[in-house]
C-alpha cells in the first residue's frame, strides 16, 4: 500500500454535459495493489493510515494518465515531414518507412523508439496502429508488455492501393491476425485491435476477413481511418460505387461501441447519425489535421449527434507524442473555427485527453479519473524551476486556469513521473536505470 500526497486534477463527468473539473489540493491517495481505495484531504487520510509510506508529490499536479486513441507505431522516426496532403505524405514519407518493418530487427528499434515516445509523454494508454508484418506486431506487444502500458493494437491489413510489400490476401490476413491475437489478446493489459489500414487500400473481400477476427476474438477493438481528406473520400467513393466512407465499414459489421475511427473530418449528417447509432467513436488528431491540412474538425456537428470523440496524437503525421500539444490544437482549432466552433476549457482538453479516451476504448471502468475503484494511472506534471509552465502555475488564478496552463506551455519534459497500475514506469526526468 503506498499513499500519495499531491494536488490532483482530473475529470470524473464529462464536461461537455455539465461536468466540472475536480480539484484537490493536498489531497491523499491511496494505492493498494495498483487500485486506488481511498482519497481525500490529505490530513485526514494520513490519520486513516499512519504506517503507510508517503510518497510526496507536493509541487506540480498529479492528472490521470494519458490516452492516445490514435497513434502508428511504424512511423515514429518520420514524425515532421511537412509540406504534403496525406496520400502525398504516406506514399512519400510514412509508407516507405512502413515497409522497413518487415525486418523484425528494424521493427524491435522502432517499437522501442515508440514505447519511449509514449511513456516520457505520460500516455498510459493507447490504441496503437500496427504494422503491416505479423513479426513487427508481435515486437510491439513484446515492449509494451515489458512496459507495462495499456496498449490495443493489431496487424494492420490491405490488398490494393499501396506499395506491393504491404499488402496481403484476405486468408492470409485472417491467419495472421488470428494467431497474434491468440498470443496476445487478454495477456495482462495487452488488446488485440482489427485493423485495415483504411477502406481506400481494403477490398469487401478483405473488410470481410476483418469482421471474421473481429466477430470471433471476443472483446477485440476495431479502428481504421475515415473522412480525413477531400481526395481520399473521393477515391473510397469510386472504389464503394459511391457507398459513404462509414457504410463501407459499417455494412461489414466493423462498427460498433468496440470501434475508434480515426479523423472524421469532412463526415456527412447521415455517416454521423449513424456513428452515434451505432455507438463508434471518433479520434480526432488535431495536429495531424492541420500538419496535412486535411481540415478543422466539426466538434460542434459530432456532439449535436452524440458521437463520442476523443484524442490521438496520430504520430507520425501529427508532430508529436504529446496530448498537452493535442488539446491545445484542438482548443485553437476550435477557435478558427468561429461560430462553427466549440468554445473548450482545459476541462475538455483534459476530459479529451483522459476518460473520454478510457471511454472511447472501453476502459472508462478502469482509467481516466483518479477516482476511488480506479487502476492508479498517473502522470505527475512538474516543471523546472523558472521555467515558464512553472512560473505560470505559481500564478494560476484558479485550477482551471492552472490546467489551462499546462496545455498551453506543457510539453513531455515536464512530466516527472509517470505510473500505470500503480507501478512507476520510466519517465521524463525520471528514468528507470
Ligand atoms: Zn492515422
Given at each position: 500500500m503506498t499513499l500519495y500526497r499531491a494536488t490532483v486534477l482530473d475529470t470524473p463527468a464529462d464536461p461537455f454535459i455539465g461536468g466540472q473539473l475536480r480539484c484537490e489540493e493536498d489531497a491523499g491517495v491511496v494505492v493498494e495493489d495498483g487500485v486506488i481505495t481511498a482519497r481525500g484531504p490529505y490530513a485526514e487520510i494520513r490519520r486513516a493510515h499512519r504506517d503507510e509510506p508517503v510518497v510526496a508529490l507536493r509541487e506540480g499536479m498529479l492528472l490521470p494518465g494519458l490516452v492516445d486513441t490514435h497513434v502508428h507505431f511504424p512511423q515514429v522516426r518520420v514524425i515532421?515531414?511537412?509540406?504534403?496532403p496525406l496520400l502525398d505524405w504516406l506514399d512519400q514519407c510514412a509508407l516507405p518507412e512502413e515497409a522497413r518493418l518487415a525486418d523484425a530487427t528494424y521493427a524491435r528499434g522502432v517499437a522501442a523508439d515508440f514505447v519511449t515516445g509514449l511513456v516520457d509523454a505520460g500516455t498510459t494508454t493507447a490504441l496503437v496502429f500496427g504494422s503491416h508484418f505479423a513479426s513487427a506486431v508481435d515486437v510491439m506487444f513484446e515492449v509494451a508488455q515489458r512496459a507495462g502500458l495499456r496498449v490495443t493494437t493489431g496487424l494492420v491489413v490491405s490488398d490494393?492501393?499501396?506499395?506491393?510489400?504491404l499488402l496481403s490476401t484476405p486468408d492470409r490476413a485472417y491467419e495472421e491476425a488470428r494467431a497474434l491475437a491468440e498470443r496476445?489478446?487478454?495477456?495482462?493489459?495487452l488488446r488485440y485491435a482489427v485493423t485495415p489500414r483504411f477502406s481506400f487500400s481494403a477490398s469487401d473481400a478483405m473488410l470481410e476477413s476483418c469482421a471474421a477476427t473481429f466477430k470471433e476474438v471476443s472483446g477485440s477493438w476495431f479502428t481504421s481511418h475515415v473522412n480525413e481528406n477531400l481526395a481520399e473520400i473521393d477515391a473510397v467513393a469510386t472504389l464503394f460505387d459511391g457507398a459513404h466512407y462509414v457504410q463501407t465499414y459499417a455494412r461489414h459489421?466493423?462498427?460498433?461501441?468496440s470501434s475508434v475511427l480515426a479523423h472524421n473530418v469532412h463526415p456527412s449528417e447521415e455517416e454521423l447519425t449513424l456513428l452515434a447509432a451505432l455507438g463508434a467513436s471518433v479520434a480526432h488528431c488535431p495536429t495531424s489535421n492541420s500538419a496535412l491540412g486535411s481540415g478543422l474538425f466539426p466538434l460542434r456537428r459530432h456532439l449535436d449527434h452524440g458521437v463520442r470523440v476523443a484524442l490521438g496524437s496520430d504520430v507520425g503525421a501529427g508532430t508529436g507524442f504529446c496530448l498537452f500539444k493535442e488539446g491545445l490544437q484542438a482548443y485553437f482549432m476550435q477557435q478558427l473555427?468561429?461560430?462553427?466552433?466549440v468554445a473548450l476549457t482545459s476541462a475538455h482538453l483534459l476530459w479529451l485527453a483522459t476518460a473520454a479516451g478510457a471511454d472511447a476504448l472501453g476502459l472508462a471502468e478502469e482509467v481516466g479519473d483518479l477516482s476511488?475503484?480506479?487502476?492508479?494511472?498517473a502522470i505527475w506534471v512538474l516543471p523546472e524551476t523558472g521555467d515558464p509552465l512553472a512560473v505560470g502555475l505559481g500564478n494560476a488564478k484558479s485550477p482551471l486556469d492552472a490546467l489551462a496552463k499546462v496545455f498551453a506551455l506543457g510539453a513531455t519534459?515536464?512530466?516527472?513521473g509517470v505510473w500505470v497500475g500503480g507501478e512507476q514506469v520510466a519517465a521524463g526526468r525520471f528514468r528507470r536505470p
Open positions: 515532421g515531414g511537412l509540406g504534403m490494393r492501393s499501396l506499395r506491393p510489400e496476445w489478446h487478454g495477456n495482462g493489459r459489421g466493423l462498427v460498433d461501441r473555427l468561429g461560430r462553427d466552433g476511488v475503484g480506479k487502476q492508479f494511472d519534459s515536464d512530466i516527472a
